[in-house]
């Protein structure tokens, strides 16, 4: 394995939570998040939502100690579900089966400091 990095999750939103059910996955990674109905699918399955490093897929692809096999190849290389040995994977889980996410946290946050700064820059 070459190259290994996360990809941008909130575009399998629409039909993860029902891959999750499916298939009774217990971990997602990819980068910047998923939405609601990932959020309710990792609560109801007891799965969390791990946040990789964006631009380190030459790291993690040394973290890769062994392919063992592929599922789903019909759905092309990157989407396919590769199951991987590994060591040292460095991940965070951003959401987690107890309905908390640190996306929404952050973009709440946010929000809120960006609002104060909403009329003296726009006005």
């Not at 939502?49 to 759905?75: H, P, T």
């Amino acid at each position: 394995m070459k190259a290994a990095g996360p990809t941008t999750s909130i575009r399998e939103e629409p039909y993860q939570g029902d891959i999750i059910k499916k298939f009774g996955i217990r971990a997602v990674i990819g980068k910047g998040g998923m939405g609601a109905k990932t959020l309710k699918a990792l609560q109801e399955h007891g799965a969390v939502y791990l946040n990789a490093i964006g631009g380190a897929a030459q790291y993690y692809a040394q973290c890769f100690k062994k392919v063992e096999g592929v599922d789903l190849m019909e759905f092309g290389i990157p989407e396919a579900m590769w199951h991987l040995q590994t060591e040292g994977f460095a991940a965070i889980v951003t959401m987690d089966s107890h309905g908390n996410s640190l996306h929404a946290e952050v973009e709440k946050d946010s929000l809120g400091k960006l609002s104060q700064f909403k009329e003296p820059v726009f006005s």
